[in-house]
Every structure is written in structure tokens, then in C-alpha cells.
């Protein structure tokens, strides 16, 4: 999921038919709760007003009513529920956001991984909310940069969202050039290749890379989730605070299953605490290791 987060609201309100009612906005509020965790306010509706305008030209309706009433009266809920999730949540990420995550697992937690598995071995990682792919390929370059100084190791990234739009983008790998600006200047020359047409400006990430991280649509408010058991670490940062205290729990909860025993946990810096009702050491801020 993604890291998905809300976009400030914006200001405005339409009328008349191109508005969403108290009831289909209720409707949509809980459907989206359910599906992803994530509470839609009532300060929220004239954001999701202007997000679903977008699905109502592309289901060729002339209004917001119109499309409600496609999506509750007419059957048309079950085609547009993940339209609806991909419309409603957007993804803040950035490469190397929160930066001391990745001086640990540079460090002291990769030292870690490799006393515990030893030499040789694959790390498995996840990227647990991933969006568009930053925080996955940023995993991925710090653990290239490690088994280039000290080979003996070689590793694979998983990266997850609930949203299918976001995880297309991901496996593109394209980025604007300004999107890469946090990235390191000699990561940037190894890990990411110019488009032919420089009045692009865009970014590739580097075919070698690509070929480590792999992506695939996960809900974290699944009871049980598809995938390995046994990954060295995970990430899921800046998504729990969208999510009720007890929904928090129970989705850390579900995510240290798949965590091999004394691997790591990393948290937004604002989530730290749910891991101290969990059986997680805390290591370092929003870091936590697996008891």
C-alpha cells in the first residue's frame, strides 16, 4: 500500500450534480476504510470530489451524481474499486527519504544480516508501502554500493502497494531528473541513465538494478499476506498514520511473520511507537529489530 497518503484538500466546492451527496460520499468513505485502512474525513470530500471527476469523464459520465449513482445503483462498484483506491490515495516518496534508515542498513544492520546468515547468501528485502518505486530502488543501491566494496553477498527487493497505478510506474523505473536530486551524485552516475532526448529530462533507473527489485499489489488490510517468510527486512514507513491505533497493530503485527528472527523492522519516524506493543526492539529511532 502505499505508502499511500492523502493530498492536502483542495479548495472549492462544486454544485449541483457535479458534487458527491452526504450518502455516496458516506459510502465511498467506508469502502475505502475497508479496503485500504484509510480514513476519508468529511474534510476530505472536496479532494475526493476532484480525484473522482477524473473517473467519471473516463466512465463517460456527465456528472459526479451520474457516476454515484453508476457505482451503488447500477453494478458499477465492483469494475471501479481499484480505480477508486488508485484515484483517492496518492504517494509521497522520495529516494533516501529519511536517511538514517538507509546509514543503518548500510552499516550496522547489514553487518548484522551477514553475521547472521553468513557468507554466501541472498538478503531478501521488502519495501512494504512502495509508491512509485523510490524507497525500493533506494534499498536496492545501498545493498549494490555494500556487495560492490565486500562481495560474497547478493540480495533481491520486493515491492508492494495497493495501488496498481503507483506499481506500473514503480516497474518503469522513470523518474523526472529533479526527482533524483536526493540521490548521492556517484549513485547517480552508476545507477541511472539519461533519456536519449535530453528535453525530457527524465531519468531511467539502470536495467542491472531493475533486474533486482521486483513488484507486485499487496493490501496490507489482508488477514494474510502472499508472500516469503523469511525477508532480512522490511520497510513500511509513513503509511500507519493514516490507520487507526488497533488497525496499526494488527498490520505490524502481520508484517514481523515474514521477518526472519533478529531482522529488521523500519518504521516512519512518527510511527515508532507501535513497536513497543509488538515483540520488536527498538535499535535506533523508527528502527527496530525482531525478538
Not at 468513505?29 to 474525513?41: D, K, S
Not at 531511467?204 to 516469503?228: C, I, K, Q, S, W
Request: some cysteine; glycine content about 6%.
Amino acid at each position: 500500500m502505499s505508502a499511500s497518503s492523502l493530498a492536502p484538500m483542495q479548495t472549492g466546492r462544486a454544485e449541483n450534480g457535479d458534487r458527491i451527496d452526504d450518502k455516496s460520499f458516506s459510502r465511498i468513505a467506508a469502502l475505502v476504510n475497508r479496503q485500504t485502512g484509510i480514513r476519508l474525513p468529511p474534510s476530505k470530500r472536496t479532494m475526493v470530489e476532484a480525484r473522482l471527476r477524473r473517473r467519471m469523464r473516463a466512465c463517460g459520465k456527465p456528472d459526479l451524481a451520474a457516476y454515484c449513482r453508476f457505482l451503488f445503483d447500477e453494478g458499477g462498484i465492483e469494475r471501479e474499486t481499484l480505480h477508486l483506491i488508485d484515484v483517492v490515495t496518492t504517494n509521497k516518496t522520495d529516494f533516501f527519504r529519511e536517511p538514517d534508515h538507509f546509514r543503518f542498513l548500510a552499516g550496522p544492520g547489514l553487518e548484522a544480516m551477514l553475521a547472521r546468515r553468513g557468507r554466501p547468501c541472498r538478503l531478501k528485502l521488502w519495501s512494504a508501502a512502495s509508491s512509485i518505486g523510490a524507497e525500493a530502488y533506494t534499498i536496492a543501491m545501498v545493498l549494490a554500493e555494500a556487495a560492490a566494496r565486500g562481495p560474497g553477498f547478493d540480495f533481491t527487493v520486493l515491492g508492494t502497494d495497493i495501488s496498481t497505478a503507483v506499481l506500473a510506474r514503480a516497474r518503469m523505473a522513470i523518474y523526472p531528473t529533479g526527482f533524483a536530486a536526493p540521490v548521492p551524485e556517484p549513485m547517480r552516475r552508476r545507477y541511472f541513465m539519461a533519456a536519449r532526448d535530453p528535453a525530457r529530462r527524465e531519468l531511467r533507473v539502470v536495467p542491472e538494478l531493475r533486474a533486482r527489485v521486483t513488484f507486485a499489489r499487496l493490501n496490507l488490510m489482508d488477514a494474510h499476506y502472499g508472500v516469503d517468510a523469511d525477508f532480512d527486512a522490511i520497510f513500511l514507513r509513513n503509511v500507519l498514520i493514516y490507520f487507526e491505533r488497533e488497525v496499526q497493530i494488527a498490520v505490524v503485527g502481520r508484517l514481523i511473520r515474514h521477518i526472519r528472527p533478529g531482522g529488521f523492522l523500519f518504521l516512519g519516524h512518527s510511527e515508532s511507537s507501535v513497536g513497543s506493543e509488538l515483540p520488536l526492539r527498538q535499535l535506533a529511532p523508527a528502527t527496530f529489530q525482531v525478538l
